[in-house]
């Protein structure tokens, strides 16, 4: 009985464990990801302005 407990809370912590790691680089990556967009917005803003005329 008691190495089931300690072998399910064990698991349970395991389980834990990776869920918030697999959160946290779900979450960095999809911040890389807006970064990315506002640099590109940014490149073609400095493009439209370049070749508008004055």
Same mark, same amino acid.
């Given at each position: 009985?008691?190495?089931?407990?300690?072998?399910?809370?064990?698991?349970?912590? @395991?389980? /834990?464990l !990776?869920? $918030? @790691?697999? /959160?946290? !680089?779900? $979450?960095?990556?999809?911040?890389?990801?807006?970064?990315?967009?506002?640099?590109?917005?940014l490149?073609?803003v400095?493009?439209?302005?370049?070749?508008?005329?004055?």
């Open positions: 009985m008691d190495f089931w407990y300690n072998f399910f809370l064990f698991a349970f912590l @395991i389980v /834990i !990776v869920l $918030v @790691i697999l /959160i946290y !680089v779900n $979450v960095n990556s999809q911040e890389d990801q807006m970064e990315d967009q506002v640099e590109d917005v490149d073609a400095e493009v439209i302005a370049a070749t508008s005329p004055r």
